[in-house]
């Protein structure tokens, strides 16, 4: 049987006025970014090195003959864009859906066979980013023909493992809370593997078959920017208004998380955000899917199987304007309704700054610690504040920092794991609630090294002992405020070996009409008060507490054309407490404690062992090889788990303040940590900024 999943790709053009936004970009890149430099042969060849890598990451689609030709132009990028030619970023594209279309109907037809044979002794490559793109399609196939294999027979062996684990635990009592599977549920339990893949291939080649004309642009100017540094980057219009949406927190819509299907194309209903359209309204819950949008003639318009960007886009919309979705109602596979709901400013509340008081008990003493989970750096850039709408995570974190010292907490943990930056300006503010007086970072420009101050007359918001949490995923101003608060000993850093490495700042350009979009560009680095960039070197912890991120191939340092790191002449700077003389005493008391600590070992044996999964360049074909390997591996998830939830979403859960929700070993050492510290520091507080601060 002969099946092919997808339609011939209508081939894309660039619109007449890319090629202006082409020519300037390169213009902008070459005055604007730190470098100074234009696209000549070198920038060409990375720019062309990104966008074929973009589309080709595991060097699987592409032929070597495909990479000869498309490498006769690799020195010209530059001289293209100088005569308004962006044809490269649509001649690449066009090309990569032709052969992805021979890949898709090879892997969807052998699928369909279903032959294997899974005793014979092989294995799949797993790394294969820097391997040699095949030289025939059948050297092509051969790499597929194991990647499916290897998908299968992990599929098979997973849910084998899923049944002996269920047969394995206590029998359930029938108390009726338990909620039963709806039918869909089960259907997709009991789906060949095969057809389950074959979907899911389905979806794959939609989502790279998804872009349009512009979507290309995008990630062809990327491809140039990003030449430059792995930070620098083009915006086409829909990307800067997520950018935007993203920085002030707020956008108009219905107020849901939505996410493609794999089984039918619909767009599934995630999380349900507070009192947003949907919540309010009351009929559309979390797992329902809308499978059709009524378009601008009344009619509803199918979405099944469409890009998931254009179909968010018209859901989408200006506050006070309607939109009417039609609706799959959760279990109900033959039912739909049509649900008229108008759209409303709603604010991702989500990916703001949260607050708690923890109560911990040290030395038969309880304490009140104050906790605040800050995920990004957001600030609203085109307002004032008292205008209605501005944002400030520095404010946010503040209004919690006012309400613990009402409660009379002994101490504070800031957390920033997972935070990859965002305002400069925010960095700088949040730093002022902590520390009274002198510089918070050096920025060099083309033309100067700036320190950038506390504001004048800087009162302090917080002045009891305080940790900050990092770990691999705290990058940018993360990294300021982390970095500065460690160098004047106002605070103790716990977590992971050292931050991601971003030491640059970025700045956004409009490229003039709203349709061009604009650009991030480098345009300096920032530097800590000591002299040390972070870039790529990050910030290192006082008390190491590794994630399981610290185990990851992650950093800057592993980023494509990455600029390197340097130094500065320090700032002027004085220290606020010795942290120094407090730390050494800390770690011994946290060893202490965590040789003694089973969920903890057991959380250090999960991160040791994801590093040997990491590392890993090949998995065995061999069903027996390979179900072990899956068994050892799902064991040693398990350390870290203990019930169905993902560890990642009970975390995130626990940072926000679910106290049902555990398990996140790393924050409950810190706040013993900050026990020690808070009776090691014997009362004292940040002292008043008189002699040495002047």
């Known amino acids: 049987m002969h099946i092919l999943v997808l339609i011939a790709a209508v081939l894309l053009a660039p619109q007449n006025y890319y090629g202006r936004i082409g020519r300037q970009v390169g213009n902008m890149l070459h005055r604007l970014h730190i470098s100074q430099r234009p696209i000549d042969a070198e ?103 194991k990647r499916i294999k290897n998908e299968v027979l992990a599929m098979r062996i997973g849910r084998e493992l899923d049944a002996e684990d269920e047969a394995a635990k206590p029998a359930k009592t029938d108390d009726g809370d338990e909620e039963e599977e709806d039918e869909e549920a089960i259907a997709r339990k009991n789906e060949p593997v095969e057809q389950r893949l074959i979907k899911k291939y389905r979806q794959y080649s939609k989502v790279l078959n998804e872009p349009d004309e512009e979507s290309v642009l995008q990630y062809y100017l990327s491809a140039v920017a990003r030449a430059y540094d792995p930070h620098t980057d083009y915006m086409s219009k829909s990307v800067k208004e997520d950018f935007d949406m993203e920085m002030n927190l707020m956008l108009g819509g219905v107020g849901a998380e939505l996410g493609l299907d794999e089984d039918d194309g619909s767009l599934k209903i995630g999380r349900v955000m507070p009192n947003g359209p949907i919540d309010r309204d009351g009929r559309i819950k979390k797992g329902d899917k809308i499978t059709g949008i009524k378009n601008a003639q009344g009619e509803i318009e199918d979405i099944l199987w469409q890009p998931i960007k254009k179909s968010i886009n018209k859901i989408r919309g200006p506050k006070g304007t309607e939109v009417t979705l039609e609706i799959q109602p959760k279990g109900e596979p033959q039912t ?44 609203t850039m085109d307002k004032r504040f008292g205008e209605e709408g501005f944002r400030s995570c520095a404010l946010d974190v503040n209004r919690y920092v006012a309400d613990f010292n009402a409660e009379g907490v002994d101490g504070l943990v800031l957390d920033l794991r997972g935070n990859g930056g965002g305002s400069l300006r925010e960095a700088v503010l949040l730093s002022s609630l902590f520390v009274p007086r002198g510089p918070v970072l050096q920025v060099k420009d083309i033309h100067a090294v700036v320190a950038y101050p506390l504001p004048a007359g800087n009162v302090v918001a917080f002045r009891k002992p305080m940790i900050v949490m990092i770990d691999r995923a705290s990058a940018s101003a993360s990294e300021i405020v982390a970095g500065h608060l460690q160098d004047v000993g106002r605070a103790v850093i716990v977590g992971d070996s050292r931050t991601h490495g971003k030491g640059t700042v970025q700045e956004v350009d409009e490229l003039g009409a709203k349709k061009y979009g604009a650009m991030k560009i480098t345009n300096a680095r920032f530097y800590r008060v000591n002299g040390r960039s972070t ?143 808070v009776i090691a520091n014997d009362g004292r507080l940040l002292p008043e900024p008189k002699g040495w601060w002047e």
């Open 535 to 677: 870039q790529t070197e990050g910030v290192s912890p006082d008390i190491y507490l590794p994630s399981l991120l610290d185990s990851l191939d992650i950093g800057e340092d592993k980023l494509t054309y990455s600029l390197p790191f340097s130094k500065v002449a320090p700032a002027e700077y004085s220290a606020c407490w010795d942290m120094d003389k407090l730390v050494d005493g800390l770690k011994v008391a946290s060893d202490e404690r965590l040789k003694a600590d089973a969920k903890y070992q057991d959380h250090l044996k999960s991160v040791e062992g994801m590093k040997d999964i990491v590392e890993r360049t090949e998995v065995p074909l061999e069903y027996g090889a390979r179900k072990a390997m899956m068994r050892n591996d799902r064991d040693l998830r398990e350390l870290d788990d203990d019930d169905d939830e993902s560890r990642e979403e009970r975390i995130v859960s626990r940072r926000r303040g679910n106290q049902t929700k555990k398990d996140d070993v790393v924050l409950d050492e810190t706040f013993r940590i900050l026990g020690d510290l």
């Open 336 to 379: 739909r309704n049509l649900i008229t709901l108008t759209r409303d400013i709603v604010m991702l509340e989500d990916q703001a700054a949260t607050g708690r008081v923890e109560r911990v008990e040290m030395n038969g003493r309880e304490m009140k610690l104050g906790y605040v989970f800050l995920p990004s750096f957001y600030g």
């Open 43 to 145: 920038m060409s060849q990375r720019a062309w090195t990104n966008l074929v890598s973009y589309y080709d990451v595991d060097h699987s689609v592409f032929l070597k003959s495909d990479l000869d030709e498309l490498a006769k132009r690799e020195k010209t990028l530059g001289a293209e864009l100088r005569r308004s030619d962006v044809s490269f970023g649509y001649d690449v594209y066009n090309l990569f859906v032709k052969r992805l279309d021979e890949r898709m109907d090879f892997a969807t037809n052998l699928l369909a066979k279903g032959e294997w044979d899974f005793s014979v002794q092989e294995s799949c490559p797993v790394k294969r980013k820097d391997a040699p793109w095949p030289e025939t399609k059948e050297e092509a196939e051969e790499y597929w023909r």
